[in-house]
């Protein structure tokens, strides 16, 4: 179970949403996600009395729907939604917050909120929020680069030259996320997303020379804040009597977080320059996205070849 303190939401937002909190001042509760399959999307929302367990937002559409129906009703159906605990409500569109709202929460300890943004705008802005707070994380070895505007992780073995490798693609005018530890979090389905511990930020920790300041030696723009996994590249010692295949025919992928990832195998050796060859990797990656398959091309002009030849 994950989960988010209202409290620090409203800090961090205040501002922001111009959010002003009117009952149950001082009062924390917790944002919850008990299932991780699930994002932010799914704890904050319009007004919903079947889930109640999101931050409920009330906008224009839900105050008019509390003018059109009946007081009792009216009353029932907060009372119903109050007795089940929700982490906090919202009134956005710069609304007056309904008595009966207001009343229920204040003898509920409910947390209060008002804004005069629209509601659309806020249920938007807090779920991307809540996504990346909320977003099931891990932290990997490796070093993670922007290339080509596209988010590559580096991994392979201690010493393989990982480190090596990143200073030559960041003196090429590719950017560096993170080096050693790269923290990833799933942001979406789909969507994995790397960024550098604090700690860590701008450094790349190079043998024989330590820990270089890549902002400080090449630049603003050799350094980024976060990027989108997208590609793997696992560099690889040669073993000995195991020749690497030439040509791998697989499409091969690692799971992080239960996303499949691409990932591409470097053999290293002597003489390689393996800057050029991630390069390659990725603008072929890139090509592949866009539905353009190098190797299944080949493969088709290939059994072409063998058909005319039979014919």
Known sequence: MRQFSIAQLYEDHRETLQLNWIA????????????????GADIVGHLNLIHSERLQVIGQAEYDWANRVSPKRLTTQISELIADNPPGIICADGLEVLPIVQEACEDSGTPLFTSPKPCSAVIDLLRIYLARRLADTTSIHGVFMDVLGMGVLITGDSGVGKSELALELISRGHGLVADDVVELARLAPTTIEGRCPGMLRDYLEVRGLGLLNIRTIFGETASRRKMKLKLIVHLQKPLAGVDAPRLPLDAQTQEILGVPIRKVIVPVAAGRNLAVLLEAAVRNTILQLRGIDSMQEFVNRQQRALLDDDI
Do not use: C, M, P, V
């Open 24 to 39: 149950a001042i001082g009062t924390d509760r917790q944002l919850e996600l008990k299932e991780s399959g699930n994002y």
